[in-house]
């Protein structure tokens, strides 16, 4: 089964003659531990797809189905419910804290879900080593250069253990080399920990590390390109993976 | 003239004989895949560097199986070798398969010339994630010599997709100027003025 599911996804902002339709009829879908690129020109509904799938806004029409369940009939204390277990967030200016060290940045989403300081501080600590930042615990973003900023954010998205993560530009504010390790460490959460990821991105060169890449314009899909291996081979792999987690 | 050149070098790292030449220069080159010299081309161009005087037979390598001739650079083969090395290389030629059928599905009708874009694109893609994966399995410790040699694949995909971006976004307007045509020239022999 999908993990994600859009139907005839729409938004519509404004109203009359000053309506603008940012998505229009969108229907795609994200697998289990599948990484997935969504491209297109700025302006093609890129970031509003990402929105609505994450629960940060509400769909005009159509609907979302995350693991089964219709966002659009869930209130806002269980869609922010939802949002902070099933989903990981990453942006293209990583959203950290400032006042808080990398521990603490990466311990807030648990923290804010009711679990106890130790335990949040123990899976903090236990991602951030992961991510390659054992020795950057106490350090605070800026204290950290923009790829390290970056991956206290994918650990932050990941603590929680949701099934899936959305990162908006994730490296659009790194350089080249900052942006491939980016786009590597998000190949290996999908290939590793069995994690399905909708990225969007403008640059190729980060699409390319993705399964799928879906092409957005004027809010519509107008193509879809599978990258790698068969779509069922792929998710019986990371079936047997997220099993055996 | 390259391959020769390359030999030149791979025997003025030593001597070698000509089935250790072939195998030692697709290894520098990463592989078969990316330019593949056939034996026979090895030997003829062997040959012909022993004709000019820039290698010559240095003994014969009696291991088990068939003797091989060793061969080594000479001093002329050396002077040769550094003119090469520092020259810079032919600039690329313009040939370009994708861009001859956009022009002919745009002139002929017979392909939508944006599905001609996608068909492109598609394989583009394809063919990027297969060097990326390529990539993140090579280990920069002991492989950047290859690492760099896929970064340049990268960085050339990179740019050819951006080229069918922007091709995309401007063919409403390639599609209302008239296509590159040949000049009108007066066609046959000559015309004779009459005096």
Known sequence: ?245 | MSVRNALLGLLAQRPRHGYDLRAAFQAVVGGEENWDVKPAQVYTTLARLEESGLVQEEGIDQGSGPEKRIYAITPAGRTELRAWLTSSIERYDQRDEFFLKLMLALSTGEADPSKVIQTQRTALYQELHAITAQRQRADPKTELAQILLLDKAVMHLEADLRWLDMIESRLDEVKRQPLPEPEAKPRGRPKKIAD
């Open chain 1, 1 to 245: 089964m999908s993990l994600v599911q859009t139907e005839n996804l729409t938004k519509v902002y404004g109203k009359g003659d000053t309506a603008v339709t940012a998505l229009d009829h969108v229907n795609l879908t994200v697998n289990p531990g599948e990484f997935v690129a969504v491209m297109g020109p700025s302006g093609c509904g890129k970031s509003t797809l990402l929105h609505l799938i994450g629960g940060l806004d509400r769909a005009t029409e159509g609907r979302v189905l995350l693991g089964g369940h219709d966002l659009s009939r869930l209130d806002d204390v269980k869609l922010t419910e939802l949002r902070r277990r099933q989903i990981g967030f990453v942006f293209q200016f990583y959203n950290l804290i400032p006042v808080l060290d990398a521990v603490e940045n990466v311990a807030l989403p648990l923290v804010l879900d009711g679990v106890k300081q130790n335990t949040a501080r123990a899976k903090a600590t236990a991602w951030l080593q992961k991510m390659g930042l054992g020795d950057r615990l106490a350090n605070r973003p800026d204290h950290l250069s923009g790829g390290q900023q970056q991956r206290v954010a994918i650990a932050r998205a990941l603590v929680a253990e949701p099934a899936l993560v959305l990162a908006d530009e994730p490296t659009g504010n790194l350089d080249t080399r900052a942006g491939d390790e980016i786009a590597s460490l998000l190949r290996q959460i999908a290939d590793d920990w069995g994690r399905a990821i909708l990225m969007v991105t403008h640059d190729p060169r980060i699409a390319a590390y993705a399964d799928r890449i879906i092409f957005l314009k004027d809010g519509r899909v107008v193509d879809e390109t599978r990258l790698s291996g068969n779509g069922t081979d792929e998710t019986k792999r990371v079936m047997a993976k997220m099993e055996a987690i």
